[in-house]
């Protein structure tokens, strides 16, 4: 390409990444959106405003203070839906079993997430796992006084749709995530999408350890492969590593090198 065609070439290829840039900054500021409009009704002294005495009462006497361990599962994947999880402190991660009893890692989640939900308002057993990443505080919630909440508080309810459709979104993503993209674009995306979801320590890596099995799991590809690709973006600069910690040097480039629209 020369002259007025790389001219047009590079101004199509700008306008790509800026659309990508835009969107994707849309994208993140629709999720704390949702998410804090989440958290300012789902708290004790929002429902102590809107629930009668009685129901306020109930709520307070029946949700409790769990502590997990790192390793130790919230929930099991096939067990009876008993109540909700609302995440404290702490990472965890959702994952099913496949076929060969392999993970098959769904999504991550962190504090100031609920769990558990979506088999409850459908009523049927928990569809995955939920398994501590470190050491995990959450408040239980019983399914009966959950689903009372939601019943008799409009604004929880409406947050709650908000959250569901946006969760819906990132599942139709990750169908177009992995039936499109190479392994290389889908590790640049996962790694931005980590950042987004987890956020940064203050040296800037991302706020979770993960294995390169679990990376492969993210990703759909062989470990070995993972550990290639991870070699290849660290000697790129595109990322920093210390272990099992990942930072992310140039999120531009990571940004065009997996057509990134978070």
């Known amino acids: 390409y020369h002259g007025i065609e790389a001219d047009g070439l590079r101004l199509k290829n700008d306008n790509f990444a800026d659309e990508n840039h835009k969107n994707s900054s849309m994208s993140l500021e629709k999720q704390i959106f949702i998410e804090n ?24 006497n029946a949700k409790q203070t769990l502590f997990f361990n790192k390793g130790e599962s919230l929930f099991e994947e096939g ?13 965890a991660k959702l994952y099913k079993l496949g076929f060969n009893r392999k993970e ?9 997430d609920i769990i558990g939900y979506r088999a409850l308002l ?4 928990y569809q995955a796992t939920a398994e501590a990443m470190s ?18 508080d409009p604004q929880l309810s409406f947050a709650m749709l908000q959250k569901i ?3 819906l979104g990132e599942s139709s993503n990750t169908v177009t995530f992995l039936a499109q993209k190479t392994v ?41 492969s993972a550990i290639r690709l991870i070699s290849e973006f660290k000697q790129d600069n ?3 590593v210390e272990g099992r910690n990942l930072k992310i040097l140039n999120h531009e480039k990571l940004r065009k090198l997996g057509h990134v629209v978070l």
């Open 37 to 60: 409009k989440f958290l300012s009704v789902f708290n004790d002294r929002a429902f102590k405003e809107i629930l009668s005495k009685e129901d306020y009462t109930k709520y307070i």
């Open 79 to 91: 067990r009876n839906v008993e109540g909700v999880f609302f995440i404290e402190s702490g990472t």
């Open 104 to 112: 098959q890692i769904l999504r991550f989640i962190k504090e100031g």
């Open 122 to 125: 459908i009523g049927e057993a």
């Open 135 to 152: 050491d995990l505080q959450a408040t239980y919630i019983p399914a009966d006084v959950f689903l009372h909440l939601l019943e008799v």
């Open 165 to 167: 459709s946006f969760e």
């Open 184 to 224: 290389r674009e889908r590790l640049a995306e996962v790694l931005l999408l980590l950042e987004q979801k987890l956020g940064t320590d203050p040296e800037g890596f991302i706020k979770i350890s993960l294995t390169r099995e679990e990376i492969a799991n993210l990703i759909g590809t062989a470990t070995e």
């Open 238 to 240: 595109y990322i920093e």
